[in-house]
């Protein structure tokens, strides 16, 4: 009878361990996620912080210039200062949200998709504030700014490279264009574009400061706008050892056919070449979608989708990838 009460405390006392072992796990594993959400937040707050710093300054600048009686707008979004029937302005409007030199304050907020990323085919999400804004100079010539502010959240990339979340590398580019268009209807504008290291994340950013040319050439004929914008920057600073050189070429074609409506189709794929790899040297999307201007309030709104399959792309980046924008446009009246 006493072995028998002794194995009975024994079981007892095995159970109670069991218990309090499980009750620990869960505390552990809680203990775990919490962690891991505040890792996330450190990661990710200087993205946001920056992010929401940016978009106060430029809503109260955009607001500020919106709100003045300005110039109207240059030949090269509307050739005529009467007043113009409302199909005329939409169609005005429309060509001068394509167009990445118009001279035009617009905010584009672009939304990048790139599905099936990484060793475990999860999404890879990048979210790009464009803000351009130009600036006369004199009666013939104008500063157009473009500035891109990227953050990026990417999956687990390979066994060494974890999923991580941040800021991107910050890029302005400066556009010297001529008022009036040129011999043809040429529209074009050429410059600097620095890229400067502001990546939270070592793999979101070279690490070194760069520069190099930039140049956009575009024309508008009848219901089609079309051009070009390319650009190659080369590090100028020694930066970190471990970080290689920079030599990376961005080519995007563009070319957009207005319906009427508002409604448009269009294709801007982001060619970009790295000339420094030999292997998994070019990213060649080929796409296009559909675009509407619409209005919130009395702010024209230029909202659009496209979606791309890559015909040469590195290996462990997305066959395909889609993209959404919306572009807040403030034209000078």
Request: aromatic share 10%; charged share 20%; hydrophobic share 40%.
């Amino acid at each position: 009878m006493k072995k028998i009460k002794t194995l009975d405390s024994i079981q007892r006392f095995g159970s109670c361990l069991t218990f309090i072992r499980a009750d620990v796990l869960r505390e552990q594993k809680r203990a775990i996620s919490w962690a891991g959400l505040c890792l996330c937040w450190r990661q990710t707050r200087p993205a946001i912080w920056i992010l929401s710093a940016t978009m106060s300054i430029l809503c109260c600048g955009v607001v500020r210039v919106g709100a003045q009686d300005s110039s109207k707008l240059t030949e090269t979004v509307q050739p005529s200062a009467t007043a113009a029937k409302p199909e005329q302005e939409s169609s005005d409007i429309a060509k001068a949200a394509q167009n990445p030199i118009a001279h035009m304050i617009s905010v584009p907020i672009e939304n990048d998709f790139y599905p099936q990323t990484g060793i475990n085919k999860e999404n890879e999400y990048v979210l790009e504030i464009k803000p351009v804004v130009p600036i006369p100079l004199s009666k013939d010539w104008n500063l157009i700014t473009r500035t891109i502010i990227p953050v990026i959240q990417t999956p687990d990339l390979t066994s060494e490279i974890k999923g991580t979340s941040g800021l991107g590398d910050i890029q302005e580019s400066l556009f010297f264009s001529p008022t009036k268009a040129g011999l043809g209807g040429i529209i074009w504008g050429a410059g600097p574009a620095i890229s400067v290291p502001t990546a939270t994340e070592h793999i979101y950013g070279t690490g070194k400061t760069s520069i190099g040319p930039t140049v956009v050439v575009l024309k508008s004929q009848g219901h089609w706008l079309f051009g070009s914008l390319v650009q190659n920057l080369w590090s100028v600073e020694a930066g970190p050892r471990d970080r290689p050189d920079v030599n990376q070429m961005l080519l995007q074609p563009f070319v957009n056919y207005n319906l009427p409506h508002r409604w448009y189709l269009t294709s801007s794929p982001i060619i970009t070449a790295n000339w420094k790899l030999d292997d998994g040297r070019w990213l060649v999307p080929v796409g296009g979608g559909v675009g509407k201007i619409v209005r919130f309030g009395k702010v024209p709104v230029n909202i659009y989708g496209q979606v791309f399959g890559n015909a040469e792309y590195p290996n462990g980046t997305s066959k395909w990838s889609a993209r959404f924008q919306m572009q807040f446009l403030f034209p000078r009246r």
